[in-house]
């Protein structure tokens, strides 16, 4: 199974993100370098666990972010080749909290010229839950990125999960809103925020292993993932049990929606 997950380090301690990298690699699709915190953090520990993920295999990105504040600063440039220099190969760009003034497909070009892939983050941070009305808009938005060269879509969840893109004030997942973008973009590219226990597990139990979660704690991973693979006591007898819904004769989970 290919890894799925793209956990995140708020700014952990470098031995904290050394041994999860080091027990969990193999699991990791991506690891993200999240917030601004790295960019406060001493250089040399940044560069640690940068070299640590490089060593294992791990491709990183940094969160959206610090993409944002540098391009409405006028310091985007700056930050890609701060990225670059990292050995970092890809960044999220998104419009979480301020209000991006280039096209997409500048957006993208420019981060190809230092190197780059790009990923797109849809959704604002402060703005609640998604409306019928923004979800459409932001997945006209996603197409656009994506037509210009965005690798993935990420959609939007913060570090909550409650009143935030697809989750009410109880946190509770909006099905239909999620497929609505899993049926726009595709799985491979869309990427569902997925911060803490219940959403992680609500967006596995719709729809199977096949599902990108992001925004995971690292210490949380091996949860999610024996979760993917029914493996978990509330997976098992959905995905693995003899007869279940979700596994083939071989008891491989299979996507179910």
Known sequence: MPPRTSPFDPGYDVATVISHLEQSHHLISRLKISMTCWLIADEAATRSKIDAARRLGVPLVTGGGPFEIAEDKGKLESFLELAAS??????????????????????????????????????????????????????????????????????????????????????????????????????????????????????????GNTVNLSNVRLEELLRVEIYRRGLHSDAYARFLAPGAAGADRDGTQLRNR
């Open 86 to 207: 990292l050995n970092i190969d890809r960044v999220e760009a998104g419009e979480g909290f301020t209000r991006l003034r280039r096209t997409p497909r500048e957006y993208v070009d420019l981060a190809a010229s230092y190197g780059l892939t790009l990923q797109m983050e849809l959704g604002d941070k402060h703005g609640g839950t998604f409306t019928p009305a923004v979800i459409q808009q932001l997945i006209a938005d996603g197409f656009e990125w994506l037509d210009a060269g965005a690798r993935q879509i990420v959609v939007e969840a913060r570090e909550s999960a409650q009143t935030v893109g697809l989750f009410d004030d109880s946190g509770r997942l909006n099905f239909d809103a999620a497929e609505a973008f899993a049926d726009a973009f595709g799985m491979e590219r869309t990427i569902f925020e997925a911060p803490n226990k219940r959403s992680q597990f609500d967006f596995l139990s719709h729809f």
